[in-house]
């Protein structure tokens, strides 16, 4: 079979378009009226191709499409010639809907056509295919066309949508036909939106022979903004009767269903991966996972795993189950030694069947090394893999031997992960069939001590660690202790690691929230033996070299304004009536001695919590971060301004002029020098992640936002996350909720902030501003965020015009005096500020009983609605 491609494209001077088809690259030839034609011989047997269009400048690729189009040969048997008029597939505005997130969700058809409204044509009598892809159309509605020869215009013909966001139509149409598309009601074939402008006319006639695709087309639909609301919990902190302590993925139906019954469209998660490292509560970050694969044992329930369900099992669920707050350490332990307990009787049945073999084979990459990882770390009592002896480097072969020696233990984790894929695609499959989408959590970071790290080590900086500049959130800024990414050598194989990470994401997930969406455009990297965030810097960056500062007036010779200042009223602030021991113990020369030189080594000197200790080493703490510059670690002799030095002794010792040439210079580093520099950065990695998989991208894109972020993530339709007591603007202190971008996701608190009640308690006079000047109240102000200061402020959010709403479940239960937890302190998922924080909040009232709440159900829906 002949092909012949025609596309519109207006190229600039000295650019070539081409057609990349599979692996070959076909140069296209152009014709003075702005179209490009290229042919192929198609070799027989083709089932389906895939194929992209690419400008090239001097034989380099400088513009592709962003979507592919795709091509069945084999529908086509019957002729000798296919003539495909195309069109360009940029990334546009329709392209959230093109996600998956509403093509298998939100948007899936789930039932049939009717058949007597069907009325697919003859397509060996039809002239010509119409091919589009019109993805923002409801489930109940259809693509139609109408023509002066269907009937005079009355009769409505609808596009087969079985490839759904694709449409097709074959249909036979006289030369000169007027016609128009249309959205019609599915099943009545009621028009419901015609395009606009004027009639087209039909002139797409292949010669006998041949066939037409015409996919060149595009309906003239005014762009229609669809909103939807969806609740935000960790899966740990759900409760149903048969959970065993601890949210299960299985519990996620009972949450499905309750959102049906509130009108719900959208459940987001937080991280679901295993985070065994220590077996105790510190485990319970979920953050830290120790694969960015593998799911966490305990959300798999039980009984669906091979575990019986006696008198004693009852009883232990019981007591679990009654428990406020989940008992991390009880609950893993407790399952971890009912799961060996059933493999043991059932393992050997299990791993003979034959789609447990197909689940090993599909995940064989990550799951073997992360057994091995499990057995390992449980072998040396450790995850630090450092201290592995002989596996502290992986080495393939070697693990494989280690695999085939301990075939028990690694089928035992593999078991693990095997239930678990089965129970979360089950919830995940309930969810689709009932128009509900699940969205994940993408961490920024991967642990030092995981299978990841010691998989690839070369994929990170080891050396390194990420962290967050100060914010709300954290006056000192935030080490999270991950190392940083190698994107150079990611890289190499086209971020192939990333790919795989994110493919394995989406086989449970339609839509993603990108935590710190800013670590793709720059990394807040810290060094590895400081403790606090402040002695950060951005990577990539462009420091400024020894001399140009000099020529500011920051001459940094004999570590002037890169160590910190000892003056002796400094130090009294600090140490208070320890300071004359700090002089005589800890201090030569106006210098630190090397044992309290870093923030590790003050951390190991003085480690306890009585109160001498403590001073000591908070004095310290502090005194380390007292600089104005810190030295670049890949350029000796270029520096970064601490972030925030405005703060610091050093700043103060600074004269009037030289503090003004600081503040112009920090401003210009840290709010415009690098725009550019780190979109660029973000340019090379974003468009990797969005085109690995088909999921919904949505940014985390708070604390210290260049203004390169928002551009990019307009460009790349990625939703931005809004949140009114975090304005994006620094003229605000509340945002407006009815100013929000249509592409973001809103939400009245995220599970890094206290809820709404306890925020309200928070500070007397924020509250205060907050009901003057957004509620409008009059007189006093409310102590307590009362029922109807809740519905006021979700009734804002679910007028705004974002695209999602979705909000904690601990607000949404606000709003029901008698539903919500009595004490609002107890709602808090996470203190960031705490870096060993305990994660173990849990609902207080089970989903069966959320369900059976009719009233507070119907004034949501309503709501919502």
Not at 9 to 16: K, V
Not at 355 to 372: G, H, I, K, Q, T
Not at 514 to 533: K, M, N, Q, Y
């Amino acid at each position: 079979m002949k092909l012949y491609f025609d596309i519109e494209y207006r190229t600039r001077w000295g650019e070539q378009l081409v057609l990349l088809l599979g692996k070959r690259k076909i140069a296209m030839r152009y014709t003075d009226d702005g179209i490009w034609h290229a042919s192929v011989e198609l070799r027989s047997g083709a089932e389906r191709l895939e194929y992209r269009y690419a400008v090239e400048r001097d034989n380099a690729q400088v513009r592709t499409e962003w979507y592919p189009h795709t091509l069945r040969p084999a529908e086509f048997s019957d002729c000798r010639a296919l003539r495909i008029h195309d069109r360009w597939q940029d990334i546009g505005s329709d392209a959230p809907f093109r996600t998956v997130a509403y093509t298998r969700g939100i948007f899936a058809r789930r039932a049939a056509w009717p058949a007597a409204k069907r009325r697919r044509e003859d397509k060996t009598a039809a002239q010509a295919t119409f091919r589009m892809t019109v993805p923002a159309l409801w489930p109940d509605e259809t693509l139609a066309i109408a023509s002066d020869r269907l009937d005079n215009w009355q009769r409505i013909v609808p596009f087969d949508d079985t490839r759904f966001p694709e449409w097709e139509l074959g249909l036979a149409l006289p030369k000169g036909s007027e016609y128009k598309f249309l959205i019609a009601d599915r099943t009545t074939l009621t028009p419901i939106l015609w395009e606009e402008g004027a009639n087209r006319i039909w002139n797409g006639v292949a010669p006998d022979g041949e066939r037409l695709i015409e996919a060149s087309l595009q309906p003239r639909i005014p762009e229609r903004h669809w909103r939807s609301a969806g609740t935000a919990i960790p899966v740990f902190s759900l409760r149903s009767e048969q959970s065993f302590g601890v949210g299960e993925f299985l519990d996620l139906k009972l949450l499905v269903d309750w959102a049906v019954a509130t009108q719900q469209r959208v459940i987001q998660l937080l991280p679901i991966n295993d985070t065994t490292m220590t077996h105790t509560w510190e485990d319970s970050y979920p953050y830290n996972a120790n694969s960015t694969f593998a799911l966490h044992p305990q959300f798999i329930r039980l009984t669906e795993a091979g575990v019986e369900e006696d008198d004693a099992y009852r009883s232990l669920r019981s007591e679990l189950n009654a428990l406020p707050e989940v008992d991390y350490e009880r609950v893993n332990g407790a399952k971890m030694r009912l799961l060996r307990e059933a493999f043991a009787r059932h393992g050997a049945r299990t791993t003979a069947r034959r789609d447990y073999r197909e689940f090993l084979e599909a995940n064989r990459e990550w799951l073997l090394p992360y057994a091995a990882f499990c057995s390992l770390r449980d072998e040396y009592g450790t995850a630090d893999f450092s201290r592995w002896g002989d596996y502290a480097h992986f080495d393939r072969t070697k693990v494989e031997v280690y695999c085939r020696k301990r075939r028990s233990d690694i089928a035992f984790h593999c078991y693990i992960q095997y239930h678990l894929h089965l129970q979360l695609t089950e919830a995940v499959r309930y969810a689709h069939a009932r128009g509900v989408i699940l969205k994940g959590d993408l961490p920024i970071g991967i642990s030092r001590t995981s299978a990841d790290a010691w998989q690839f080590p070369r994929l990170f900086h080891m050396d390194s660690q990420a962290g967050a500049p100060p914010d709300a959130f954290s006056a000192a800024g935030q080490n999270w202790g991950f190392p940083t990414y190698d994107w150079e050598r990611m890289s190499r194989d086209d971020y192939a690691w990333w790919r795989a990470r994110l493919r394995k994401m989406s086989e449970y997930f339609d839509a993603y929230r990108i935590d710190h969406i800013l670590g793709f455009f720059r990394i807040w990297e810290i060094p590895v033996d400081a403790v606090h965030g402040l002695l950060g810097h951005f990577n990539p960056a462009m420091p400024y070299p020894a001399e140009e500062l000099r020529g500011m007036g920051f001459d940094l010779a004999e570590g002037r304004y890169t160590t910190p200042p000892t003056d002796g009223w400094i130090l009294e602030r600090l140490f208070g009536e320890l300071a004359g021991e700090v002089r005589t113990k800890y201090l030569r020369n106006g210098h630190l001695l090397p044992v309290c030189a870093t923030q590790r080594r003050v951390q190991q000197l003085f480690p306890g919590d009585d109160e001498r200790s403590k001073r000591l080493r908070d004095g310290f703490l502090a005194l380390l971060d007292d600089v104005l510059f810190v030295e670049d670690p890949y350029r000796k002799g270029h520096y970064h301004p601490r972030i925030a030095a405005q703060s610091t002794f050093s700043f103060q010792l600074l004269s009037p002029q030289q503090q003004e040439a600081f503040n112009r210079l920090h401003d210009d580093f840290f709010y415009r020098r690098h725009d550019r520099f780190w979109q660029e950065s973000a340019l090379r990695k974003l468009p990797m992640l969005l085109r690995a998989t088909d999921m919904l991208a949505c940014g985390e894109d708070l604390g210290m936002i260049p203004d390169c972020v928002p551009e990019t993530m307009r460009a790349l339709k990625i939703l931005s996350l809004e949140i009114q007591r975090m304005p994006k603007s620094l003229s605000e202190t509340f945002a407006d909720p009815a100013h929000y971008p249509y592409l973001s996701v809103c939400t009245t608190s995220t599970h890094d902030m206290n809820p709404l009640r306890a925020w309200w308690e928070e500070d007397r006079s924020v509250t205060d501003r907050f009901y003057h000047e957004v509620l409008h109240g009059e007189g006093d102000t409310p102590w307590f965020c009362e029922p109807w200061i809740c519905r006021r402020i979700i009734g804002m959010h679910l007028s705004s015009p974002a695209m999602f709403t979705i909000l904690p479940l601990q607000d949404w239960l606000s709003m029901d005096g008698g539903l919500r937890l009595q004490m609002p302190d107890r709602e808090r998922i996470n203190v960031p500020a705490i870096p060993r924080y305990y994660w173990r909040y849990r609902m207080h009232l089970t989903l069966e009983r959320l369900l059976a709440e009719e009233d507070f159900n119907t004034t949501m829906r309503d709501m919502i609605a």
